[in-house]
């Protein structure tokens, strides 16, 4: 593939438009990336016509990361007031979804369900966190745990973010690649003249993608998952696939990349 097929197959682009829900279905573990921003008004997600079902969640789980200003999610007769860097796990079943809040924009996630379990909001206090890399090797971050099996129950959708401590750009170095599930990447917190530089393909055939802020990436069970970035920058994870196993990941040795 060149740059524009790669672009075209695996990135994300333009998720956030005022008084829009934009999504993106992809074919690899039937994973939903997106993003909502109820700039006009409620903004409701119900029927999506790639999942063949009533309404989104009839099927589904969904994992909400708030990455703009304060705002709600509702379900039902629930209310879930968020702040940036809040996440929301939704279960099987809850019906449509209404996000509201006028300077808010909310990242979605969502994978297939195969059991309805309790909606929770989960905030970074409540989170499972570590800290890992170093400063000398450029990759000193740390790792926010919240769809995860150490924080709370899920089906298969596993979620959490990074974020990187001062002069460090590179994430999840030294590469690796799980061929018993996909991930999604959202880049955002960058500065709108920086750029992440996200390496994917297998590890003798290796290719890189462009992101810019507010951008998500589709890394398929065989592609190596890592990046570097020009400026500080934080990014949201998901999972979806065989397991919800965090560790379940073959390390690629820097000797092995071509």
Same mark, same amino acid.
């Given at each position: 593939? %060149? =740059? ?9 682009? #333009? ?13 690899? !573990? ?6 909502a ?6 903004l409701?997600?119900d029927?999506? /016509?790639?999942? #063949?079902?009533r ?6 789980e ?14 039902? !007769? ?8 809040d +996440? ?5 079943? *809850? ?7 006028? %300077?808010?924009?909310?990242?979605? =996630?969502?994978? @297939? ?17 570590f800290? =890992? #890399?170093?400063?000398e090797s450029?990759? $000193? /971050? ?5 769809? $995860? ?26 590469? $690796?690649?799980? !061929?018993? /599930?996909?991930e ?12 992440v ?5 297998? @590890?003798?055939?290796?290719?890189h993608? +462009?992101?810019?802020n507010?951008?998500?990436? *589709? ?5 190596? $998952?890592?990046?570097? #970035? =020009?400026g500080?920058y ?7 696939? %065989?397991?919800?196993?965090?560790? !379940?990941?073959?390390?690629v040795?820097?000797?092995?990349? /071509?």
């Open positions: 593939m %060149d =740059t524009a097929a790669l672009r075209a197959s695996f990135l994300g682009e #333009g998720l956030f438009a005022p008084g829009e829900i934009r999504l993106i279905y992809s074919h690899y !573990d039937r994973m939903i990336v997106g993003g921003a109820p700039a006009k008004g409620a409701v997600l029927e999506v /016509r790639e999942c #063949g079902t309404s989104i969640l009839d099927r589904r969904m994992g909400i990361v708030s990455v703009g200003g304060s705002g709600t999610v509702s379900i039902a !007769d629930h209310q879930y007031r968020m702040e940036k860097g +996440v929301l796990y939704l279960g099987r079943g *809850l019906g449509p979804v209404t996000f509201t809040g006028k %300077d808010a924009r909310f990242y979605i =996630t969502s994978a @297939p369900a195969h059991a309805s379990l309790p909606a929770r909001l989960v905030r970074i206090g409540d989170a499972k966190s800290t =890992t #890399g170093a400063a450029a990759n $000193h /971050r740390t790792i926010f745990q919240f769809i $995860h099996p150490e924080v709370m129950e899920s089906c298969q959708l596993v979620l959490g973010y990074t974020r990187f401590h001062g002069g460090s750009v590179w994430n999840t170095m030294p590469a $690796h690649l799980h !061929d018993r /599930r996909m999604a990447y959202f880049y955002f917190d960058l500065a709108p003249d920086a750029r530089f996200h390496m994917m393909g297998e @590890p003798q055939e290796t290719r993608l +462009v992101i810019a507010e951008e998500a990436v *589709l890394s398929p069970p065989w592609s190596i $998952h890592c990046g570097a #970035g =020009t500080r934080t990014f949201v994870w998901a999972m979806a696939g %065989d397991n919800v196993d965090y560790k !379940d990941v073959e390390i040795g820097m000797g092995d990349l /071509r």
